[in-house]
């Protein structure tokens, strides 16, 4: 489970990654057309298509595309891209072209010529119909465009379906994710749940049927070394260790470790111990540790000696 929602992470991520790199890539790509400056400081004309007068499929209406495969740099740099449009006699003809916005085009001022794109405007007074269009992006003069309403109800439909594609392919993986964190949760609760009953049947089957609030099993003679009076005196299989809590000097991740008192039976006396205490969590830690400590193996002048262990339930 953990390693599923490691790898939907992953592809979420590079999913991500790969839209942001397409997203600034076309931003640079934008914004190095928008100036058109070179290392030499030196400023390109616009691009155009430029195939002068072509017979044509395009009507005046809706948009279409010029169809024309010559792009042409500008000669002038103030030059911007341009189309026109005629129905003379039965024929359709596009001419596409560069040309100076301070000059007459076929006898019209262009009025458009700061627009990002080709609107075509028809001209009155002309023998047929004759249409013309102006503006300053790079190849904008590729794409003629007669209805912008049209125009903009079909870009807006065209960026709704390109959200809708994205929604639809995030979406999935979204569910996925949230799916294997809740499942792999759930995993974790029930694996705990598992593991505490265990432990409580395991206390339960060891406990002495003399036991009220406190019960406590300590480990047989033979696995451990008592040398301390008060340790010795005690009946194991009965009886705990006379043990007070001082103060907690440190802590860990499966275990506390306090400074106590070893009280002897009827006098005030003690002896100084250390007590590492176990939550019911790590009852696996615990009996491991127990069973380290218990190996006779370990019994040496310079390792602390180890007096016994037992099993609190509180």
């Given at each position: 489970y953990l390693?599923?929602m490691?790898g939907?992470?992953?592809?979420?991520?590079?999913l991500?990654?790969i839209?942001l790199?397409?997203?600034?890539?076309?931003?640079?790509?934008?914004e190095?057309?928008?100036?058109?400056?070179?290392?030499?400081?030196?400023?390109?004309?616009?691009?155009?298509k430029?195939?002068?007068v072509k017979?044509?499929?395009?009507?005046n209406?809706?948009?279409?595309?010029?169809n024309c495969?010559i792009?042409?740099i500008?000669?002038?740099?103030?030059?911007i891209c341009?189309?026109?449009?005629?129905?003379?006699?039965?024929?359709?003809?596009?001419?596409t072209?560069?040309h100076d916005?301070?000059?007459?085009?076929?006898?019209y001022?262009l009025?458009?010529?700061?627009s990002k794109?080709c609107?075509?405007?028809?001209k009155?007074?002309?023998?047929?119909?004759?249409?013309?269009?102006?503006?300053?992006?790079?190849?904008?003069?590729?794409?003629?465009i007669?209805?912008e309403s049209?125009?903009?109800?079909?870009?807006?439909?065209?960026?709704y379906?390109i959200?809708?594609v994205?929604?639809?392919?995030?979406v999935?993986?979204?569910?996925?994710?949230?799916?294997v964190?809740i499942?792999?949760?759930f995993?974790?609760?029930q694996r705990?749940?598992?593991?505490n009953?265990a432990?409580?049947k395991?206390?339960?089957?060891?406990?002495?049927?003399?036991?009220s609030?406190?019960?406590a099993?300590?480990l047989?003679?033979?696995?451990?070394?008592?040398?301390?009076?008060?340790?010795?005196?005690?009946?194991h299989?009965t009886e705990?260790?006379p043990i007070?809590?001082?103060?907690?000097?440190?802590k860990?991740?499966?275990?506390?470790v306090y400074?106590a008192?070893l009280?002897q039976?009827?006098s005030?006396?003690?002896?100084?111990v250390?007590v590492?205490?176990?939550?019911?969590?790590?009852y696996?830690?615990?009996?491991t540790?127990k069973?380290?400590?218990?190996d006779i193996?370990?019994?040496?002048?310079?390792?602390l000696?180890?007096?016994?262990?037992?099993?609190?339930?509180?």
């Open positions: 390693c599923l490691y939907t992470c992953i592809l979420i991520y590079s991500l990654s839209y790199s397409i997203y600034l890539s076309i931003s640079f790509v934008a190095y057309r928008e100036h058109n400056i070179f290392s030499g400081g030196f400023k390109m004309g616009k691009l155009c430029f195939c002068d017979l044509t499929t395009c009507t209406e809706g948009h279409c595309c010029s495969n792009t042409s500008c000669e002038h740099k103030n030059e341009a189309a026109v449009w005629r129905k003379y006699n039965g024929n359709v003809t596009l001419e072209i560069c916005p301070t000059l007459e085009l076929h006898g001022k009025d458009d010529v700061n794109k609107f075509m405007k028809e009155k007074g002309a023998g047929g119909l004759l249409y013309m269009c102006s503006c300053k992006d790079d190849e904008c003069n590729d794409e003629i007669f209805s049209k125009y903009i109800t079909s870009s807006t439909e065209v960026k379906v959200a809708l994205a929604v639809i392919c995030l999935p993986l979204l569910v996925i994710t949230i799916a964190i499942i792999f949760y995993y974790r609760v705990r749940r598992k593991l009953k432990w409580e395991n206390v339960k089957s060891r406990k002495h049927k003399d036991c609030d406190v019960c099993i300590m047989d003679d033979d696995r451990s070394d008592i040398s301390s009076t008060c340790a010795n005196n005690i009946n299989n705990l260790l007070e809590l001082d103060t907690l000097v440190g860990g991740r499966f275990a506390e400074k008192k009280k039976n009827t005030e006396q003690f002896e100084t250390a590492k205490i176990f939550s019911y969590e790590e696996a830690s615990w009996k540790e069973d380290i400590f218990s193996n370990l019994k040496h002048e310079n390792i000696q180890f007096l016994t262990a037992e099993e609190r339930i509180d």
